[in-house]
């Protein structure tokens, strides 16, 4: 199985923040990665594919970039609505691995 | 629109078997993979299963031994069951629609159904 790897695991910031969150592989995925947004109680919302592909209707303050083994999902300015936990997933290969994920916490 | 619409039984004993259906509305549902992922609570996601029209089917191996998905082309749906239940096996379990190729994500998700385990 291909492991993923979050970092950080828990990120504290303010609205109008810049947050980068990171997704490293253990073998190469090509660009075959996936961020997700999860609300305390909700499904997850996917935002990017294709490790950089805004999925539509996503706020264009998200945005996705890396290939191979190393990956960035970055929020130029937080917004109220941004404070959740987010997930990366590989879809290289079987079975369809997720990151641990990032809880993104207000300041 | 498409909209996925999860149910089955909630509160199983160990031993027995989970059973959950996912219906799908609107949308293609032959161009796409079907799938059952699962988050224990307070923990992070894990991809059990996927489903394609035809019943070709591919699972997590760590579950395996205890899974079987089918599908319902004429309905629209499809079914995840999962044998031996034990407490590990509670958590909330979505259903998702799921890409391959190189657009490959997981785009629609069901509203999710907390399956407890417990004597």
């Known amino acids: 199985d291909i492991q993923l790897t979050q970092s950080p695991s828990f990120l504290a910031a303010s609205v109008g923040d810049r947050v980068t969150i990171t997704c490293r592989a253990s073998q190469a995925i090509s660009s075959f990665l996936a961020w997700y947004q999860q609300r305390p109680g909700n499904a997850p919302k996917l935002l990017i594919f294709?490790?950089?592909t805004l999925q539509s209707g996503v706020p264009s303050r998200f945005s996705g970039s890396g290939s191979g083994t190393e990956f960035t999902l970055t929020i130029s300015s937080l917004q109220p609505e941004d404070f959740a936990t987010y997930y990366c997933?590989?879809?290289?290969?079987?079975?369809?691995?997720f990151g641990q994920g990032t809880k993104l916490e207000i300041k | 629109q498409v909209q996925l619409q999860q149910w089955g039984a909630g509160l199983l004993k160990p031993s027995e078997t989970l059973s959950l259906t996912c219906a799908v509305q609107?949308?293609?549902?032959?161009?796409?993979?079907w799938t059952w992922i699962r988050q224990p609570p307070g923990k992070g996601l894990e991809w059990i299963s996927e489903i394609y029209y035809t019943g070709s089917t591919t699972y997590s191996p760590s579950l395996k031994s205890r899974v079987t998905m089918s599908v319902d082309t004429s309905k629209k749906q499809f079914s995840l069951q999962l044998r031996s239940v034990t407490a590990a096996d509670t958590a909330v379990y979505y259903c998702?629609?799921?890409?391959?190729?190189?657009?490959?994500?997981?785009?629609?998700w069901g509203q999710g159904t907390l399956v407890t385990v417990s004597t």
């Open positions: 998702a629609r799921a890409l391959r190729g190189l657009s490959a994500r997981m785009d629609h």
């Open positions: 609107g949308g293609s549902f032959t161009a796409y993979g």
């Open positions: 294709g490790a950089s």
């Open positions: 997933q590989q879809l290289n290969s079987y079975p369809r691995t």
